[in-house]
């Protein structure tokens, strides 16, 4: 990094832009991800500069950035092309909500912005308290988080946190630690013996069809496609482990287990 705080800043993924603006550090920014939606006026705002396994590296260097943000070992590629071109990379890696709120307050300690960065991450947190606290005594539905349709994969790890705070039991709980969707794979069989109550899906930017979910061979029997509980979560809301999934995503998925048949 040439100089701190870091004055030109290129997003690889949604998470961080959105973070930067609620810090109102958004001026920094001279790049972003093609699914950054978030918010709205980002997408006038600021030129796109890459998918999520993918980049446009020469455009990425004419930008001069002296920070790029990325996620996870899908953009290992991309980070270490940059990285040999002399860029400042900073890879967050986290799948679960303790990594979303401390992606957050070291996205505000590397813009100069750590105060401010913890007043967001606090709030976040009292937020999740007091969501949590007013789930405790309610009937639990048994949840199942399609991610994928085929495969089928079942939610990670943030998403089965934010399932189980807005009061429901994610029947895949054990394997949404995996970070990788590979290892999160279900079957049609497994889920039909899961019994939910209510299916939840998010198909990764791709148009949700709840007709196709009905009807797959035997789930007619299932509690959450007899009774009409199969709702759709967008991507944006959800599958970015950012403040997104934290406020929207978390209120998407309380909406969808109050909603009664």
């Known amino acids: 990094m040439r100089s701190f705080p870091p004055q030109r800043i290129v997003c690889l993924t949604e998470e961080t832009v959105e973070t930067l603006y609620l810090l109102g550090e958004e001026d920094r920014i001279v790049g972003v991800s093609g699914y950054a939606v978030r918010p709205a ?74 105060e401010r960065a913890e007043r967001l991450a606090a709030s976040y947190e009292a937020r999740l308290d007091e969501v949590r606290e007013a789930t405790a005594t309610i009937a639990r539905p048994r949840v199942y988080f399609e991610e994928w349709e085929g495969p089928l994969i079942s939610g990670i790890g943030w998403v089965s946190e934010l399932v189980a705070i807005a009061g429901g039991d994610d029947v895949f709980a054990d394997l949404s630690g995996c970070a990788a969707a590979k290892d999160r794979i279900v079957t049609q069989e497994q889920v039909l013996a899961s019994m939910p109550d209510v299916i939840l899906a998010s198909w990764c930017g791709k148009k949700v069809v709840p007709e196709k979910i009905r009807a797959r061979d035997g789930w007619g029997a299932i509690p959450a496609v007899r009774d009409g509980r199969i709702f759709e979560i967008k991507s944006p809301l959800i599958l970015q482990p950012g403040p997104a999934a934290l406020t929207d995503g978390l209120d998407a998925i309380r909406r969808a287990l109050a909603l009664r048949p």
Do not use: W, Y
């Open 41 to 114: 006026r980002v997408r006038r705002e600021k030129p796109r500069v890459s998918a999520f396994t993918s980049a446009d590296i020469p455009k990425i260097l004419a930008l001069k950035p002296d920070l790029v943000f990325a996620f996870s070992d899908l953009q290992a590629d991309i980070a270490a092309e940059l990285i040999r071109a002399g860029v400042h990379v900073h890879a967050f890696n986290h799948r679960d909500v303790a990594g979303i709120l401390a992606m957050i307050r070291c996205v505000g300690a590397l813009v100069g912005a750590g």
